[in-house]
């Protein structure tokens, strides 16, 4: 038994986004985001029971409307036979779901030995005329992805087999629900959500203690604790039943519309997809508030809604609009003919008034069954960019001797402040030698579901995809044995062969950053972290997994575990101070450390390792041997690397050179790090392949 939709104590955005798409669902679904533990979950399961029952074909597995059925429906094709009524379905794709379980599964030797498509429907057929709904939607695999985006574009699912094809209506409405701290959605998914709303855990005792008070009401008796809530869950199912019966004939004004465009212009939104949805959220708007017209707050609250992760942004910005801009758009329409004066409402109210959708009787501002919050502003905060001041004048290059501290290096050293990171560019591709087998990414060759064919062999476990010439030759040789009569080859489990394919995958790029006082003393560490940047900005787009070791002083530092979420490693990044001496050994001790327990955690997953620093190695006994063992036992376990050559200046002491030999793997400097360096990537190449044949 759900938790009832209207015990959630505050959550205003959360709810109101979904009440609209239950109302409307060709606005496209919504995008929850938000912190763990926040109710998420529990708002998108409890809107469920809200949603109006639907007309179905009796005996049909792909849910087709009795008054337009599917014409090319696998059942069918479906006459005036017997219809029947059910509740409408939340179908949960869980983000490990294989792809068979997502579009469904055909049976391929039915299919070649008799010629029958015997097919079992999948979750994007159960999900037809219902609510498909995918927790941490962040983490889904690019190849799924791929699929929702489909289905989600033609309103249909295609299953193909090596010719043997099946379609079925699939037309859903979205439902995600994510954690920003593990990663950010792939921009043409996250475009598909046609609304997204921020939540956040209430840090106010009373609300806090109103959600504990609930949740444990519920979990020690969920009848009880849902009866009590049965009159509010009634009256608001008949206010969405009310405004679904009105929203035919709310009118949306050429005025509105100026306001809608002009907004989603102003805003410099992508594609035409922001104007629709915008005119669609506020048409939806009109109709939850009892009013068959459109007025200027539905179009602003509209676009909080529909705007803030399709405006045009750096994709290591958060979501967010800035309302005031939003309200100057706005006021250039005051002197245009207003929309009609809203009617007062009724006594239930929007969810502003405390109404049926405000949570009930009781309900705060703010909290949840499993722990509430007030979604917070929507303009994110600025990046502060503030120089390093300098104690001292930096010195000139070589001045001091490799193991000696530069001036502004030692343990005791006064910590610098932040200094802001250089604009970001397009860097060159580094992969890791071989043929993996990891996750699906865009970086290095390995073994993949997904990729041009290189050859056959029998299926491990589910046939994935079918290789027909090599299963067709595995049978050949057996059919006099079989008795074969007809035309037809007789093909049994075992003559199945599946395809293996060569794609791409995504790596863990594990980056160590010397953040010493030899980087800040020559004013390099905005052109340093601008690298960085840049490489984390092309591990982002090629799907990998990223973590951060920084050393400085007497230490080194994890500043950000392996991850998903490239975001976290940026404003890590930005905020990371300089100061101290070099302990170059003790970076990468420390990220042999982590490679190893994360080699454990995911082991298909295969590093890169990328040092960025000048190779200066300063403090304690034999600091530039010490480095160079601890180098010898990262090349020494296969770890793939690339050194990125801080140092400047006329005189250079090719430090970081000797710790790109015995790495193993590339040195490149800034300058080469470059995309558009051609000359640079030659002279890389010869290097790398030089120390690999060593």
Request: some cysteine; aromatic content about 2%.
């Amino acid at each position: 038994m759900p938790y009832p939709f209207t015990a959630i104590v505050g959550m205003d955005d959360m709810r109101l986004g979904l009440l609209l798409n239950a109302i409307s669902p060709s606005i496209g679904g919504v995008l929850v985001r938000g912190e763990k533990g926040s109710a998420k979950s529990t708002a998108v399961r409890g809107v469920a029971a809200l949603m109006p029952a639907i007309d179905v074909v009796t005996g049909c597995r792909f849910s087709c409307d009795p008054a337009a059925p599917d014409a090319g429906c696998p059942d069918g094709p479906h006459g005036a036979g017997p219809a029947g009524t059910r509740p409408a379905r939340v179908v949960e794709l869980p983000v490990g779901a294989s792809e068979d379980r997502l579009v469904g599964a055909l049976d391929i030797e039915r299919a070649l030995s008799d010629g029958v498509k015997s097919f079992e429907p999948g979750l994007l057929a159960d999900a037809h005329r219902g609510v498909l709904y995918v927790d941490e939607v962040n983490l889904l695999h690019d190849h799924l992805v791929d699929l929702l985006l489909d289905a989600a574009a033609m309103g249909a699912s295609y299953v193909e087999r090596e010719g043997v094809s099946v379609r079925h209506a699939s037309r859903f409405l979205l439902v995600g629900t994510m954690n920003p701290e593990e990663g950010e959605l792939r921009p043409q998914l996250l475009d598909r959500f046609g609304l997204t709303v921020e939540v956040a855990a209430s840090r106010e005792t009373d609300e806090r203690v109103e959600v504990v008070r609930r949740r444990l009401a519920y979990d020690e008796d969920p009848a009880a604790f849902a009866a009590k809530w049965a009159a509010e869950e009634d009256a608001l199912r008949e206010r969405i039943a009310a405004a679904r019966a009105l929203l035919p004939d709310v009118r949306l004004g050429d005025g509105a519309l100026r306001r809608i465009a002009a907004v989603c212009a102003g805003f410099e939104v992508d594609g035409m997809r922001a104007d629709i949805v915008t005119a669609r959220t506020a048409t939806a708007l009109a109709a939850w508030a009892g009013r068959t017209d459109v007025t200027t707050e539905d179009v602003r609250r509209a676009a909080l809604l529909s705007l803030p992760h399709r405006r045009r942004r750096n994709p290591f910005d958060a979501p967010g609009l800035d309302e005031d801009k939003l309200d100057e758009i706005l006021r250039q329409f005051e002197d245009e003919d207003e929309e009609p004066d809203p009617e007062p409402e009724g006594p239930e109210g929007g969810p502003e008034d405390g109404g049926p959708d405000g949570g009930g009787p009781d309900n705060g501002p703010d909290g949840g069954p499993d722990g509430g919050g007030q979604p917070p502003q929507d303009v994110p905060p600025q990046r502060q960019e503030e120089s390093a001041p300098q104690n001292s004048p930096a010195p000139q290059e070589g001045s001091a001797p490799a193991a000696e501290p530069a001036p502004g290096e030692s343990d005791t050293a006064p910590e610098a402040p932040a200094v802001a990171a250089a604009e970001p560019f397009r860097t060159r591709r580094f992969d890791v030698p071989g043929l993996g087998e990891g996750a699906d990414g865009r970086r290095s060759r390995a073994l993949t579901a997904h990729g041009r064919t290189t050859g056959a062999r029998r299926p491990r476990g589910a046939l994935s995809r079918l290789h027909l010439a090599a299963t067709m030759q595995a049978a050949a040789p057996h059919q006099r044995a079989r008795g074969r009569s007809g035309p037809g080859l007789v093909i049994r489990r075992d003559d199945l062969r599946e395809a293996v394919r060569e794609g791409r995958e995504g790596n863990l790029v594990l980056f160590v950053v010397d953040a010493s006082g030899s980087m800040a003393a020559r004013k390099r560490m905005g052109a340093v972290k601008g690298a960085v940047l840049s490489l984390l900005l092309d591990a982002y787009q090629r799907r990998d997994k990223i973590g951060m070791i920084t050393f400085r002083g007497a230490e080194a530092e994890v500043a950000l575990p392996p991850t998903s979420s490239v975001e976290a490693g940026a404003a890590r990044l930005e905020k990371l101070p300089t100061g101290g001496r070099t302990p170059l050994a003790a970076g990468l001790l420390q990220a042999h450390e982590v490679l190893r327990v994360e080699r454990m955690r995911d082991p298909s997953r295969r590093p890169l390792l990328v040092v960025v620093t000048d190779g200066r190695a300063t403090g304690g006994p034999e600091p530039l041997p010490r480095a160079q063992r601890a180098a010898g036992l990262l090349a020494a376990g296969g770890t793939a690397s690339v050194v990125v050559d801080c140092e400047s200046g006329p005189v250079r002491l090719g430090l970081a050179d000797e710790l790109g030999r015995t790495l193993g793997g590339p040195v490149v400097t800034l300058d080469e790090l470059r995309a558009d360096n051609v000359s640079a990537l030659v002279k890389t190449v010869r290097n790398s392949n030089s120390r690999r044949a060593a």
